[in-house]
């Protein structure tokens, strides 16, 4: 019976091992992938809050933190060129980059603007995020690439 046990605890510690070893991704991460994780995060917490008026008006102050949240990573992220190595079918990677990260601080401004209203109005500020939405998606059509291993 010990023999089993030993067993048993000799395997779950080379597996807690390996399993370590296989998913400590955050060193292979670029600076962009870091502050794009962020952005995910508050892209999420804005979604739920202009889900609907209800939510919106139940997370209305979260709305229009994580907005100003949003315009510093925009700005931060433009100077970053990890993604031009990356671009799909794109002859002129950087100037590529500028336009989108442009457009991505531009709707991003414009949605803080909108949300820290005194009183901001929740169809606004839905708008407002659908283009910001709209900029993430015409960035990732060309410059993310997806892991072909899932």
């Known amino acids: 019976m010990l023999r089993k046990w030993m067993?048993?605890?000799?395997?779950?510690?080379?597996?807690?091992t390996l399993a370590g070893v296989g998913f400590s991704g955050d060193d292979d991460e670029?600076?962009?992938?870091?502050?794009?994780e962020k952005v995910n995060k508050a892209n999420a917490k804005i979604k739920?809050?202009?889900r609907?008026?209800?939510?919106?008006?139940?997370?209305?102050k979260e709305v229009a933190e994580k907005s100003k949240e949003l315009v510093k990573l925009a700005k931060e992220s433009k100077p970053m060129k990890d993604a031009l190595d990356k671009a799909k079918n794109e002859a002129k990677p950087q100037e590529k980059w500028n336009?989108?990260?442009d457009a991505f601080i531009e709707k991003s401004e414009k949605l803080s603007e909108v949300a820290n209203k005194?009183?901001?109005d929740y169809d606004a500020t839905k708008k407002a995020f659908s283009a910001v939405s709209k900029t993430?998606?015409?960035c990732h059509n060309v410059f993310r690439v997806e892991d072909e291993n899932f």
Do not use: I, W
Request: proline share 11%.
């Open 7 to 16: 067993v048993f605890a000799l395997s779950a510690g080379l597996l807690v």
């Open 30 to 36: 670029s600076p962009l992938e870091k502050v794009m």
């Open 48 to 50: 739920q809050g202009v």
């Open 52 to 60: 609907n008026p209800a939510n919106f008006r139940k997370k209305q």
């Open 99 to 101: 336009t989108l990260m």
């Open 118 to 120: 005194p009183s901001p």
């Open 136 to 138: 993430c998606a015409d």
